[in-house]
Structure formats: structure tokens, C-alpha cells
């Protein structure tokens, strides 16, 4: 019983628009045949009547054809009427449905514009944009403080161990000042040449000194 006092929407209007429409055309595309299988059955009447020599037949049944061509010609152009009909109930509901989406999104857009402050939201952005940077510069502070912490609690020995570590790697020794590298002496008797001339006697230095003229 509800449905029988339910309103109807522009939709269903157009959806038994529609329906009626398409009865229309089956119904025309019919008429069309029967005048058609009509034209056909005149067209033989009047080869009859020729033949049998009735001249006056002839001329009456020439005239009915004359009209029956003319209604199924008439069918032609009422059909053609109802499919732009049809085509032109389709193209204004969907102007209906998209004029509609917009005035809904219109609507949308005013109730948001009316519940948005904008100084409101320019002062929201301040204060994150404020805040950001507080905590940027919060977090450096912090940084720095841990660096000074760490430097502090013996990087420099960490750091010199790094270094001999290094060293060692590529074979050169270090005990509180830097000499030769006894890998590379043993690989090359050059080099165990040049270690034994630089390792000269103090005697040997004043000897040469005194050569030299200097006491």
C-alpha cells in the first residue's frame, strides 16, 4: 500500500516515458508492415485489373496506392520523431542528474566555506610552521649538547685508536713517534741498508762535525 502513495521521482517518469516510447515504435514498425504487405497485394490487383483490360479499376486502386505509399511514408517520419523524442528524454535527465550533482556540491561548498574561519586556519598554519621550528631548533640543541657529551667522554683516545689501527694496516709503527716499517725492511735489503746508515753513532756525527771545521 505504501508504494501506491510513494511519490514518484523524475527518474520513474522517465523511465515510463521511455516505456511507452519503445510500445510506440514497435507499434509503427507493425503498422509499417502491414502497409507494406498491403502495398504489395494492390500492386498485383492493379496488374490484374490491366491485364483484364479494366481501365476504371486501374485508376481507382492507382489512387489507393498512391495514399497507402503516402501513410507508410508518414510512419517513416513519426517513427523518426519518436527516436529523437526518446533520445531527447535521455539528454535531459542527464542535464537533470548532472544539474542536481552540482547543486549538491554547491550546497557542500557553502556549509564548509561557512564553518571555515579564514584567519582561524591562517593562525593554525602560523602556529604549526612556529612550532615546527622550535622543534627543529630543539632537536639541534639536543644534537649539539650530545656531540659535546661524546667529545668529552674520550673520543680522542677512540679517535687516536682509529688512527693506529690504520697505521697498522699498512704497516708503519707508532710508539710515541713515528719510524721506519719493519715489514717493509725485512721485504728489501735496500731498505735494511738505508736503516743501518740511519742509525749512525754518536761518535761517528762529532767525528764529521769536527771535519767540518765545527766544534
Known amino acids: 500500500m505504501a508504494s501506491l502513495f510513494k511519490k514518484k521521482t523524475v527518474d520513474d517518469i522517465i523511465k515510463e516515458q521511455s516505456k511507452e516510447l519503445r510500445g510506440t515504435q514497435r507499434q509503427i514498425t507493425r503498422d509499417r508492415a502491414a502497409l507494406e504487405k ?22 481507382i486502386l492507382a489512387k489507393q496506392l498512391v495514399q497507402l505509399r503516402k501513410q507508410k511514408n508518414r510512419t517513416y517520419a513519426v517513427s523518426s520523431k519518436v527516436t529523437s523524442m526518446s533520445t531527447q528524454t535521455k539528454v535531459m535527465n542527464s542535464q537533470m542528474k548532472m544539474a542536481g550533482a552540482m547543486s549538491t556540491t554547491a550546497k557542500t561548498m557553502q556549509a564548509v566555506n561557512k564553518k571555515m574561519d579564514p584567519q582561524k586556519t591562517l593562525k593554525t598554519m602560523q602556529d604549526f610552521q612556529k612550532e615546527n621550528m622550535k622543534m627543529g631548533m630543539t632537536e639541534d640543541m639536543i644534537n649539539d649538547t650530545l656531540d659535546d657529551i661524546f667529545d668529552e667522554s674520550g673520543d680522542e683516545e677512540e679517535s687516536q685508536d682509529i688512527v693506529n689501527q690504520v ?34 753513532s754518536d761518535d761517528e756525527i762529532e767525528r764529521q762535525l769536527r771535519a767540518l771545521g765545527v766544534d
Open 38 to 59: 498491403q502495398e504489395k497485394q494492390m500492386e498485383l490487383e492493379i496488374k490484374k485489373m490491366a491485364k483484364s483490360g479494366n481501365k476504371e479499376a486501374c485508376k
Open 167 to 200: 697505521l697498522d694496516e699498512i704497516g708503519i709503527e707508532i710508539s710515541g713517534k713515528m719510524v721506519r716499517a719493519p715489514a717493509a725492511g725485512k721485504s728489501n735489503p735496500g731498505a735494511a741498508a738505508s736503516s743501518k746508515q740511519a742509525t749512525i
